[in-house]
């Protein structure tokens, strides 16, 4: 089975520390949640697992290929990002800068214009294909980044915030899609504020907590103990509610002033 692992990989930059022998593996079909405060290392783990930043220690590997032994196009044959800042601003029409993620395919530039076509059709964005990216609202921009990725085909997306500047519905429609990628062996890293979102994605994700460059936990966003460790992560006690069959996992309320009038 193809795995992507990191293996103990730390990263230091201006004398600090950016991640501390961190350690994972992401398996087809897992939904892997990343979550942290701010400054705890979310975006470089990633960045780490995509060879873009140089490793202190450690390795990453696909299969048992280290990563940086990998060509450009194998590389992306396999990984796919989503940073939080994903298209150009030049005003490429939507259709172009999706089918730009088919550069590891050897096609004809019809096959390639339908391939990009149906990924904006699963993220709703058919309408917009001619569209200038300078004329997209900000959720529309980031759907069209996520159509790109499914464009890729790659067997690993990792992602750093796939909700963001979306409304409500569209961020569950898009949790709801990456769900539906893990059943056809897609594997998942997502960097997200919201664990909550995890409720539409269907089987079982798990969630890992980074804190100061570490790794504090794994563990499945079902689990008992997940609402205390978060409240620990972020300093504020956690509350597990039920709502519609799913786990909500809130702040608590502050406790009352003394019962002033």
């Not at 201006?14 to 022998?21: E, I, P, Q």
């Not at 921009?141 to 890729?152: K, N, P």
Request: with cysteine; net charge neutral.
């Amino acid at each position: 089975m193809t795995s992507l692992r990191l293996e103990a990989v730390s990263v230091q930059a201006g004398g600090r520390t950016l991640l501390d022998a961190a350690s994972l593996e992401l398996e087809p079909g897992r939904f892997l949640a990343l979550v942290g405060p701010n400054g705890a290392g979310k975006t470089t783990l990633l960045r780490a697992a995509l060879g873009l930043v140089s490793t202190s220690a450690g390795r990453v590997t696909v299969g048992n290929q280290p990563l940086h032994l990998l060509s450009p196009k194998a590389r992306a044959a396999e990984l796919a990002w989503l940073p939080q800042q994903s298209l150009p601003t030049e005003p490429l029409p939507a259709r172009e800068a999706v089918m730009a993620a088919r550069f590891r395919f050897s096609e004809t530039a019809v096959a390639t214009r339908r391939a990009a076509e149906q990924a904006l059709e699963r993220v709703g964005l058919a309408a917009r294909a001619s569209s200038p990216l300078t004329e997209l609202s900000g959720g529309e921009r980031q759907r069209i980044a996520i159509a790109a990725l499914l464009a890729q085909e790659a067997r690993f997306l990792l992602l750093d915030e796939p909700a963001n500047h979306l409304d409500p519905a569209q961020q569950g429609e898009i949790y709801a899609l990456l769900g539906r990628l893990l059943e056809t062996g897609i594997a998942i890293l997502c960097v997200t504020h919201d664990v909550n979102l995890l409720n539409h994605t269907g089987g079982a994700p798990q969630v890992a907590g980074l804190r100061g460059g570490k790794l504090v936990f794994t563990r499945p966003f079902d689990a008992p103990e997940l609402p205390a460790e978060l409240g620990e992560l972020f300093g504020v006690r956690m509350l597990s509610l039920a709502a519609n069959h799913a786990r909500l996992i809130v702040p608590a309320p502050p406790e009352p002033n003394g019962g002033a009038a």
